[in-house]
């Protein structure tokens, strides 16, 4: 039986940061699959994002977010802002917020952490912190590549592998 690994990103609106881990970390694992060659042993994967706030429900993608997926090959139009629910933990092997603001609001939503799914995405890499919000910033580069740091150490925390920055 096929290993399935259920992750929801998760930061305040769904239009910038966690949009743009969802389809990063997609993106990585299907190339890591087809790389390895070892689409039976590699475990399948469940992706999705969502907001702690209602603000952006039903919103698109942030323009910048979509602009610099687009620039790396990846298309996020279908995607569209929801809320984190009480529901997503139980749903959810790994519920990973993008600083901790996004961590306190998530801990508020699902009544504490009792296993320990809860994390920053910036916590599976040699230098944990907050990934900045490029909504107050307008810098959706350096919040790419700190997406994109965060997604490495994820897999290869998941992979039980190294991580290599």
């Not at 475990?43 to 997926?69: C, D, K």
């Not at 687009?70 to 790994?94: F, V």
């Not at 900045?132 to 790419?144: C, I, R």
Request: proline content about 4%; some cysteine; overall charge negative.
């Amino acid at each position: 039986m096929e290993t399935m690994i259920k992750i929801l990103f998760i930061c305040h609106g769904n239009i910038c940061r966690s949009p743009m881990a969802e389809y990063v970390f997609h993106d990585m694992v299907q190339k890591t699959r087809e790389g390895t060659g070892s689409g039976e042993s590699f475990p399948q994967f469940h992706i999705a994002s969502a907001a702690t706030s209602t603000e952006e429900i039903g919103n698109p993608v942030h323009r910048g977010t979509r602009a610099i997926l687009k620039s790396h090959g990846i298309d996020p139009s279908e995607k569209r802002a929801r809320q984190m629910t009480w529901r997503d933990y139980e749903e959810y092997d790994y519920l990973i917020g993008m600083d901790q603001w996004n961590l306190l609001n998530m801990r508020r939503i699902t009544d504490g952490d009792p296993e320990e799914k809860l994390s920053r995405l910036l916590d599976f890499t040699d230098a944990p912190g907050d990934i900045a919000d490029p909504w107050y910033t307008g810098d959706f580069e350096t919040t790419y590549r700190d997406v994109v740091r965060g997604c490495r150490g994820l897999l290869a925390h998941i992979l039980g592998e190294s991580y290599k920055s």
